[in-house]
């Protein structure tokens, strides 16, 4: 459950900007859009790969460190 304290007169769309920054850095949405679809576990293995090896090679140019 997210909390979001308000002080004396804080207006209420300070608040919901708050509470949408705290609701987003819980991932909770995130989640729930990744059960709406399943994926085997092979594929999701591939994906990492793959990842893994474009960060190899942005590495290896330099781009990142």
């Not at 920054?21 to 059960?35: Q, V």
């Not at 085997?40 to 793959?50: C, F």
Request: net charge positive.
């Amino acid at each position: 459950m997210l909390i979001v304290p308000l002080k004396e007169g804080e207006p209420i769309e300070k608040a919901i900007k708050k509470f949408k920054k705290k609701f987003e850095k819980t991932g909770a949405l995130k989640e729930l859009r990744e059960r709406q679809k399943f994926t085997k576990p092979s594929v999701e293995r591939r994906q990492e790969i793959l990842h893994a090896v474009y960060v190899e090679k942005l590495r290896a140019d330099g781009t990142i460190s």
